[in-house]
């Protein structure tokens, strides 16, 4: 059975083959692409670094401050603030991009998971809770008292069973009962039996 490959005709085979690369070779493997990974990363930073600081020397020269008089200063210091407005303002349009950004990638990840259906609900347990203690939770302190639910249930005595048996096996047959009150003489009956006669 060793090296089985999946026939269209039997599902139940699907064992793949062998690797040909050995444990040690595939270690060998891994460890050079983690070097090289970090040799990159390494690039990548110091790359980074060389590119704000050629930015900053293109941007802002250095300062030559001996020699200028009070004016020339005051000048200077008034060109530096009008930089300093328009990078905050580049600054805040960059964050509010961002942020906006962001917004609609989240609300597009929610699209995704409501098509694809696989929205994981949580986990939740049973839990047996009194009525007592349901209420105590939603009035606090309010709530006094127990509640049982089964002294506030009607009572049935058998007494009572009795006694609507007995009603039941008055009325007798019904035929009896509409020959008998059919007519002008059932609806005396009827009348008087409702106190209307009195």
Same mark, same amino acid.
């Not at 983690?34 to 990363?41: K, P």
């Given at each position: 059975m060793g090296d089985q490959i999946r026939?269209?005709?039997? $599902?139940?085979?699907?064992?793949? $083959?062998?690797?040909k690369i050995?444990? %040690?070779?595939?270690? %060998?493997?891994?460890?050079?692409? /983690?070097?090289?990974?970090?040799?990159?990363?390494e690039k990548e930073?110091?790359?980074? #670094?060389?590119?704000?600081?050629?930015? =900053?020397?293109?941007?802002?020269? $250095? =300062?030559?401050?001996?020699?200028?008089?009070?004016?020339? =200063?005051q000048n200077l210091c008034k060109q530096l603030y009008a930089k300093i407005d328009v990078v905050d303002e580049e600054r805040f349009d960059? #964050?509010?991009?961002?942020?906006?950004?962001?917004?609609?990638?989240?609300? /597009?990840? =929610?699209?995704?998971?409501?098509?694809?259906?696989?929205?994981k609900k949580p986990a939740l347990r049973k839990v047996r809770v009194s009525a007592d203690e349901m209420m105590r939770a939603l009035l606090g302190s309010k709530h006094?008292? %127990?509640?049982?639910?089964r002294a506030n249930l009607k009572s049935v005595k058998k007494e009572d069973i009795k006694q609507e048996k007995v009603l039941t096996s008055e009325v007798g047959d019904w035929r009896k009962n509409v020959e008998a009150m059919s007519g002008m003489e059932g609806r005396k009956k009827m009348f008087d039996?409702?106190?209307g006669g009195q």
């Open positions: 026939r269209p005709g039997n $599902p139940k085979v699907d064992i793949k $083959p062998k690797s050995s444990a %040690s070779r595939k270690l %060998s493997l891994k460890i050079m692409l /983690l070097n090289r990974a970090m040799e990159d990363l930073k110091q790359d980074r #670094e060389e590119e704000k600081n050629r930015y =900053l020397k293109e941007k802002h020269p $250095p =300062l030559q401050l001996s020699g200028l008089s009070l004016g020339e =200063l960059y #964050e509010d991009k961002v942020n906006k950004h962001n917004k609609d990638i989240n609300e /597009l990840k =929610l699209k995704v998971q409501d098509l694809g259906g696989k929205f006094k008292g %127990s509640m049982d639910l039996a409702a106190g």
